[in-house]
């Protein structure tokens, strides 16, 4: 099943329609299975892999920094295992704005994750990131550390941080998902 791209923004949903088409004109056809995510989502997919210390600190860091809906939703998530996906706590992924999308490559019906495997001499992910970046995209497969092959974003920077406090992004994530 396809990720619903009607929940992104609308400038970035024209941007991915015309990443896929670009991808797909090249031979490889990449499927969204991710859009738009919700903070809890987020929480559980951040709280993978880490240990209680970290996530303690995080949840407190979120308090010291006025994001209480931030602190009360990495808690709520609750204890998650399984390997790292993401760097971004939740309210900090642009996932929760509508501006990020996660694909995977299709081949022969099947989806394909690896972005070493060669089909017809070329790589899915490999041929995202290029696609992407001409056309002014961040794609996850491009970072130096932490590479995520399948995510492409609307914007350059890391995270909400950059143009907002940690304050104006709870109060953003509270207003659009509820407490």
């Known amino acids: 099943m396809a990720a619903d791209l009607t929940v992104l923004t609308p400038k970035f949903k024209t941007q991915v329609l015309k990443l896929l088409a670009n991808?797909?004109?090249?031979?490889?056809?990449?499927?969204p299975y991710m859009s738009l995510r919700t903070?809890?989502?987020?929480?559980?997919?951040?709280?993978?892999?880490r240990a209680i210390e970290a996530i303690n600190a995080k949840i407190a860091e979120f308090r010291a920094g006025g994001a209480p809906y931030l602190a009360q939703t990495l808690q709520k998530a609750g204890p998650q295992n399984g390997d790292p996906v993401t760097n971004a706590a939740p309210g900090l992924?642009?996932?929760?704005?509508?501006?990020?999308?996660?694909?995977?490559?299709?081949?022969d019906g099947a989806a394909v994750w690896s972005a070493k495997q060669l089909v017809n001499g070329q790589n899915g992910y490999q041929v995202m990131?290029?696609?992407?970046?001409?056309?002014?995209?961040?794609p996850g497969g491009g970072w130096a550390s932490f590479k995520d092959w399948p995510h492409v974003q609307l914007r350059?920077?890391?995270?909400?941080?950059?143009?907002?406090?940690?304050?104006?992004?709870?109060?953003?994530?509270?207003?659009?998902?509820?407490?």
Do not use: I, N, Y
């Open 23 to 31: 991808c797909k004109a090249r031979g490889c056809e990449m499927r």
């Open 39 to 49: 903070p809890l989502e987020q929480a559980r997919l951040w709280r993978q892999s």
């Open 93 to 107: 992924s642009w996932h929760q704005w509508g501006e990020a999308v996660d694909c995977f490559w299709v081949v």
């Open 129 to 138: 990131v290029a696609e992407a970046q001409k056309l002014g995209l961040t």
């Open 156 to 179: 350059p920077d890391a995270s909400p941080l950059k143009t907002m406090s940690l304050a104006q992004v709870d109060s953003e994530m509270k207003q659009r998902f509820g407490g």
